[in-house]
């Protein structure tokens, strides 16, 4: 049974079609990665995922609910942005529980799980610092901190690594792949960097001008690619 399902996903932007009719199933716990070349349409779908943009037509089920049309707040995702898009006037601990206040949650519920996730993510002490005091890679775990503390069942991250330097982003790709263990959550997983790809997902979707060329493990894209764009994308076995 797949917890995210996809049907015939289209997205039309100022008249041009930018998602081509997307099927797609995602099952609990699996940690996707959807990869492509830059304007190939990854943030767009993921974003249609989020609820961020609006579908021009198909439907998003969640587990065998419909959620095409319901809030993002109301959907049970999370999303990590490239930018952090952190609130520089707050302290981490307030950047990671402001949502969580919003929410008129108890405060010392959301003060267990602001505390949760600074442990998970080794942000303790960290906790009173405003962003612009935080080097990239810690900005980076605050971002993460505010989607852990919200317990989705599905952690939606752009291009997350994007901004940090090389040995940061092999650091904090091992960190991610302990939190996907941790949490034991699905997450998607948006990038146009195949090493990227390769060593996170379970399952890999090639994007290609709107449309999904092949979905498969890293192994199967490796050595059984469908098409010359998916063996050029992903490098062919020498
Ligand atoms: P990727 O994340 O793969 O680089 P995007 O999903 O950001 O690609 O963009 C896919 C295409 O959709 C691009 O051609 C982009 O210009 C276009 N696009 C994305 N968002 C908008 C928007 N809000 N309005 C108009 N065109 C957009
Ligand atoms: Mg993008």
Same mark, same amino acid.
């Given at each position: 049974m797949?917890d995210?399902?996809?049907?015939?996903?289209?997205?039309?932007?100022?008249?041009? @079609?930018i998602?081509?009719?997307?099927?797609?199933?995602?099952?609990d716990?699996?940690f996707?990665?959807?990869?492509?070349?830059?304007?190939?349409g990854?943030?767009?779908?993921? #974003?249609?995922?989020?609820g961020l943009?609006?579908?021009?037509?198909?439907?998003?089920?969640?587990d065998?609910?419909?959620i095409?049309?319901?809030?993002?707040a109301?959907?049970?995702?999370a999303?990590?942005?490239?930018?952090?898009?952190?609130?520089?006037?707050?302290?981490?601990?307030?950047?990671?529980?402001?949502?969580?206040?919003?929410?008129?949650?108890?405060?010392?519920?959301v003060?267990?799980?602001? !505390?949760?996730?600074?442990?998970?993510?080794?942000?303790?002490?960290l906790?009173?610092?405003?962003?612009?005091?935080?080097?990239?890679?810690?900005?980076? #775990?605050?971002?993460i901190?505010r989607?852990?503390?919200?317990?989705p069942?599905?952690?939606?991250?752009?291009?997350?690594?994007? !901004?940090?330097?090389?040995?940061l982003?092999?650091?904090?790709?091992?960190?991610?792949? #302990?939190?996907?263990?941790?949490?034991?959550?699905t997450?998607?997983?948006?990038?146009?960097?195949?090493? @990227?790809?390769?060593?996170?997902a379970?399952?890999?979707?090639?994007?290609?001008?709107?449309r999904? @060329?092949?979905?498969?493990?890293?192994?199967?894209l490796?050595?059984?690619?469908?098409?010359?764009?998916?063996a050029?994308?992903?490098?062919?076995?020498?």
């Amino acid at each position: 049974m797949s917890d995210l399902t996809i049907k015939n996903l289209k997205k039309v932007f100022e008249g041009l @079609e930018i998602i081509k009719g997307i099927d797609l199933d995602i099952r609990d716990h699996e940690f996707v990665v959807f990869v492509g070349p830059s304007g190939c349409g990854k943030s767009t779908l993921l #974003r249609l995922i989020a609820g961020l943009e609006e579908v021009t037509s198909g439907h998003i089920y969640l587990d065998d609910k419909e959620i095409t049309d319901i809030a993002p707040a109301k959907r049970d995702l999370a999303m990590v942005f490239q930018t952090y898009a952190l609130y520089p006037h707050m302290t981490v601990r307030k950047n990671m529980s402001f949502a969580l206040d919003l929410a008129g949650i108890d405060k010392k519920e959301v003060e267990a799980k602001v !505390n949760e996730a600074a442990r998970i993510l080794e942000l303790e002490p960290l906790l009173e610092r405003k962003p612009k005091a935080l080097s990239g890679g810690q900005r980076q #775990r605050v971002a993460i901190g505010r989607a852990i503390v919200r317990h989705p069942k599905i952690f939606l991250f752009d291009e997350p690594l994007s !901004n940090l330097d090389a040995a940061l982003r092999v650091q904090m790709r091992l960190e991610l792949a #302990r939190l996907h263990q941790e949490l034991n959550a699905t997450m998607i997983y948006v990038t146009h960097d195949q090493v @990227e790809a390769m060593t996170l997902a379970d399952k890999v979707v090639v994007l290609n001008a709107g449309r999904v @060329e092949q979905v498969g493990s890293p192994l199967t894209l490796y050595h059984h690619p469908v098409n010359r764009f998916v063996a050029g994308f992903i490098g062919t076995p020498k």
